[in-house]
């Protein structure tokens, strides 16, 4: 079955950085949109960034120029690196094998556990 196992959150000052990764198994990984979403206390869980089979990806405009999603087919592994951190971006944040279509991502019913960035000083 599919499984997504989230890593690399934790606490990290304003204005600092982490990557967090997830690992997909059972899927053709190279051949899947994958994306980040995001659920910060009381509020709905949204994309964050979502890449392609292709490597085309997209952004929430409130991450743009802070935060970049990656992949790696050989190890099945998508990365979403996140610099210039802040205290709003403070969420569960959640690995998701989606569908691309029409340059935009959309999620699917496949998530991983989720893994906490807490952005404080």
């Known amino acids: 079955q599919v499984q997504l196992v989230e890593s690399g959150g934790g606490l990290v000052q304003p204005g600092g950085s982490l990557r967090l990764s997830c690992a997909a198994s059972?899927?053709?990984?190279?051949?899947?949109?994958m994306g980040w979403y995001r659920q910060a206390p009381g509020k709905q869980r949204e994309l964050v960034a979502g890449?392609?089979?292709?490597?085309?990806?997209n952004y929430v405009d409130s991450v743009k120029g802070r935060f970049t999603i990656s992949r790696d087919n050989a190890k099945n592994t998508v990365y979403l690196q996140m610099n210039t951190l802040k205290p709003e971006d403070t969420a569960v944040y959640y690995c998701n094998k989606g569908l691309w279509s029409g340059g935009h991502y959309y999620s699917n019913d496949y998530w991983g556990q989720g893994t906490q960035v807490t952005v404080s000083s």
């Open positions: 890449i392609s089979s292709g490597g085309i990806t």
């Open positions: 059972g899927i053709i990984f190279r051949i899947a949109a």
